[in-house]
């Protein structure tokens, strides 16, 4: 997809991941803050045609070669879209409740299990201070990676391949939980889609 952009379907019904995550944080974060980005990296993207045919992925992973007057909004709005569209995939409803196969090998190669892997990507979440992400990532080896970024930096832009997220912005867990960002980390595993994570791992790998 490149410009204009289109804000991402969210997929199913603002209600389809309660009571873990309640309707109306998803009505606001899909419909206002999402759409946000999405229009506003279309606003940076304008009157910039030589940038027209580019993926969102494509301008994250080479922003020194955008120009200075709009490399700060192209990294924080393009952050945002790319980062959203991941979390409401990987959140669909219905899928596997554990990785498999090559994904499950992976997660326990680099992290010793499942349960280790998730122990520290909820630190990693829980850690970032202020706003943010934690990161499941694979690199050039197909190895996979575990740690957060600030704001809506991307892992895209490190050159890694980004396969499951956890969004620790207050917007996405606050009418909910309020302060209690562990237990909003600790619900998430409810909502995880890991056919989904699966097919991301199988596609950054081949």
Request: hydrophobic share 40%; net charge negative; charged share 15%.
């Amino acid at each position: 997809m490149a410009y204009p952009f289109d804000l991402p379907a969210l997929g199913y019904a603002h209600d389809a991941l309660e009571p873990h995550i309640d309707a109306r944080t998803m009505e606001i974060h899909h419909g206002k803050h999402h759409a946000g980005y999405t229009s506003k990296l279309n606003g940076a993207l304008e009157s910039h045609a030589d940038l027209h045919g580019k993926s969102a992925e494509a301008l994250l992973s080479d922003l020194d070669a955008l120009p200075d007057s709009i490399r700060g909004a192209v990294r924080n709005n393009g952050g945002g879209y790319v980062n959203h569209a991941l979390f409401w995939d990987v959140m669909t409803p219905g899928g596997a409740s554990s990785p498999s196969g090559d994904l499950a090998a992976a997660i326990d190669a680099a992290f010793g299990s499942l349960d280790d892997f998730k122990s520290q990507f909820e630190a990693a979440a829980a850690g970032q201070f202020g706003s943010g992400w934690a990161w499941l990532c694979v690199d050039g080896t197909g190895t996979v990676k575990c740690f957060a970024t600030a704001n809506q930096d991307s892992p895209i832009m490190q050159g890694l391949t980004p396969i499951l997220g956890v969004d620790v912005w207050e917007h996405a867990y606050y009418l909910n939980y309020q302060n209690r960002r562990p237990d909003y980390l600790a619900a998430f595993w409810n909502v995880v889609n890991w056919d989904k994570v699966g097919a991301r791992y199988r596609a950054a790998v081949a």
